[in-house]
């Protein structure tokens, strides 16, 4: 774990970005094709706190950009290529594009300054999208990852962050997966080797103490 001087300093409102991943209604709404990440996203907590670091971060003057997951009606440019991807295609709620199923789920709100980027293929939210144009010309070097789920989207999202040379910082209560205690043992095993792992109340306390800082200026 980095200091309370050394997290500050990664995560200035001036250079951070705040991802959100597949924090849609189809995924963790009360109609998801996965019902189960969805009930545990919820019960969890982990949807609430991401809620609280997008109001946080839009206070802070920290860029938010969500990351969603859809699908055209008739599946071109989707992926058939594993069983996870070929399943989406026969689930009972589809993440058609234009669809209530791909707008961001409540409690998480959206300002006109947020960044959507919405993609038809793939697991990650980064590789083959527009994420990583936008990071560098937004001047990204920490990218805070939330949302769902911990098992393929949010791993993916922190792998190629790093490997595209930015800082991933990754608020362990706001993510969630499937069973609860898979969490955790990503958490400890695999994210923690590659991002710093913080909570969402240390990273709220950075943007704070940016903001009083600023006031007393």
Known sequence: MPSKEQLAEQLDPATTVL????????????????????????????????????AAAHEAGVQVLHAVAERRPDGRGANHNARLLR?????????????????????????DEDLVVRRLHGLS?????????????????????????????VPNAVFDAVNLGYTAVVPSDAIAGVPADYTPAMIRNTLSLVATVTTTDEVLGCWRSRGRTRGRA
């Open 125 to 153: 939210p980064i590789a083959g999208t527009d994420v990583d144009a936008l990071l560098r010309n937004l001047g990204c070097r920490t990218l805070v990852v939330t949302g769902v789920s911990a098992n393929v989207a």
């Open 87 to 111: 399943a989406a295609g026969r689930l009972p709620v589809q993440q058609h594009s234009g669809t209530a199923a791909v707008r961001i789920a409540e409690p998480i709100e959206v300002a």
């Open 19 to 54: 991802l959100t991943v597949e924090c849609q209604e189809g995924v963790v709404g009360a109609e998801s094709a996965l019902p189960e990440l969805a009930a545990e996203a919820r019960s969890s907590g982990a949807l609430h706190r991401v809620a609280r670091l997008v």
